[in-house]
DNA sequence: GAACTATATACGCATTGGATCATATTTGAA
DNA sequence: TTCAAATATGATCCAATGCGTATATAGTTC
């Protein structure tokens, strides 16, 4: 009901007129990285699955809290959920998001490095 | 002044208790992202440095609200920012950033794709 | 079914950030 | 110096979103 035209992204630098329905959606998975919390979410479960409980305690947050930021990170398809019997288990699904971060972490130390070096060169 | 621990993130998998600012840090650059006119704004620089006015013509957006999704490009690095006479030029400074659309753009291929193919095959 | 645990959700509040209008600033030209 | 064009910024409004508290739902055990 709401993927009526493919995103078509090939290779990011070829598009003329890219619809603004697939702006919005890649917008919307930067918004949902862009929490520290969530963020926080994603690390934790680097390592592996884990269930809300665990979650909780790694990060520090409020159980609400993190249980919202895990609707988030799912219903975006970022995360998968399992349930077993009380406990839910939360897992990476798009395995991207590796890279993603990956990405991110080295041009911002790259950049604070520069940084460095400006006031380090005087 | 601000940036005191240079940001371990080797590999995004190894931290143990990755820095609060750090997570601020990379949850900023990802909202950075996360507007479709910035984006469109990026899609247009994709193809190379490009002044103001013609942002504005290329985007279909006001010149005031052009001009400060180019401030906050800038300011976080993304962009360069070049003066000539009356005119001033912005470009693509972080080259990760064309990977970084990359990935996104095929994560959301790749999940659309599956959502279609689970309507397809009933 | 009652009680308990794990997880999800509804509500209200406070903050943030984008869009717009008007205006300021910079620079080149007459 | 005065004007005009290109760009930036201040003030304001409005929508979106995150957080906390309280409560609801689901599943387990007795």
Same mark, same amino acid.
């Given at each position: 009901m709401s993927a009526p035209n493919p995103i078509s992204c090939p290779s990011a630098s070829k598009i003329r007129s890219l619809p603004d329905e697939g702006l919005e959606l890649i917008a919307r998975r930067f918004a949902v990285l862009a929490e520290p919390m969530r963020l926080r979410l994603l690390?934790?479960?680097? !390592? *592996?699955?884990k269930n809300v409980s665990q979650l909780v305690e790694l990060t520090?947050?409020?159980?609400?809290n993190i249980s919202r930021h895990?609707?988030?990170?799912?219903?975006?398809?970022?995360?998968?959920?399992?349930? !077993? *019997?009380?406990?839910?288990?939360y897992a990476i699904a798009d395995p991207s998001i590796y890279h993603l971060c990956d990405l991110v972490c080295g041009s911002l130390e790259q950049q604070l490095t520069k940084q460095a070096d400006v006031f380090a060169r005087r």
């Open positions: 690390h934790s479960l680097f !390592e *592996g699955e520090g947050g409020t159980q609400a895990l609707q988030t990170l799912t219903s975006s398809g970022i995360l998968s959920r399992r349930k !077993e *019997g009380l406990l839910v288990f």
